[in-house]
């Protein structure tokens, strides 16, 4: 499978591919990085973040659990109801409504098969960078529920971007709801500590937490599960 066929793929929507004869590693450096960087740009620039069509892979062994890139490999769900920027498929409102999201402009994400989800999950895993990522950052104490509910909600703001539930919250950033699924907690610890460290041009902002805040929205985080069976 050659790099147009994949970029065709791409252009088709959700297409499943024929199974991947090659690596792990060679299926992502084939049907990845037309749309993902797996290894660290050199210049972390403004221009990387605006012209990227997905977001960067070269630390997904640092934020993804691994049984979830294996499920949702083989049936993608949108993740980023803007895209990866979302000022490119916002259209205005004539009426003075909110402004909407242009979902023709939204690309869906290829499919692999199962033998190929494992191969390409296997291989994320193993991109790391431990230097973004502190491991044992989160120190899984127990959550009050509720309050790290409001915190997440009202008190930081986080749904101005973000969606707890289908339906609510932002757009401009990924849903949360299957978060506890997907992210693995010291990622979600070290990246809301410090999002620049990870882009210094991210729009994500830094809110300067107190670590007892930053721990309760990790572990709300955590909670924050599909409820359909995988």
């Known amino acids: 499978m050659n790099f147009n066929l994949v970029v065709g793929a791409l252009a088709l929507g959700a297409t499943t591919l024929t199974a991947w004869a090659g690596s792990g590693q060679d299926l ?10 797996v290894s660290k740009p050199e210049k972390a620039s403004l221009d990387h973040l605006w012209e990227r069509k997905g977001p960067d892979l070269h630390y997904a062994g640092n934020k993804f659990n691994r049984e979830w ?4 490999l083989q049936n993608p769900t949108t993740l980023r109801p803007g895209g990866v920027m979302y000022s ?3 259209k205005a409102s004539a009426n003075k409504e909110a402004d909407a999201i242009d979902s023709s402009k939204l690309a869906e994400h290829i499919k692999l098969s199962k033998e190929d989800a ?3 999950a ?3 895993m193993a991109l790391k960078d431990d230097a973004l990522v502190e491991k044992g950052a989160f120190k899984s104490a127990p959550v009050n529920a509720s309050m790290a509910a409001m915190l997440f909600s009202k008190l930081r703001g986080c749904t101005s971007c973000h969606a707890a539930k289908p339906g609510s919250g ?3 950033g990924p849903e949360m709801y299957t978060a506890g699924d997907r992210l693995q907690p010291d990622f979600v610890v070290s990246y ?3 999002p620049q460290k990870f882009d210094p041009h991210v729009w994500m902002p830094t809110l300067d937490l107190n670590d007892g805040d930053v ?3 990790a572990g709300y985080i955590a909670t924050l599960k599909s409820t359909e069976k995988k």
């Open 192 to 194: 809301m500590k410090d």
């Open 118 to 120: 494992v191969s390409a």
């Open 215 to 217: 721990q309760k929205l």
């Open 69 to 72: 890139l294996v499920s949702w």
């Open 28 to 37: 992502l450096k084939q049907q990845c990085v037309a749309c993902h960087a």
């Open 170 to 172: 932002g757009a401009s």
């Open 122 to 124: 296997d291989a994320l």
């Open 88 to 90: 490119k498929v916002v």
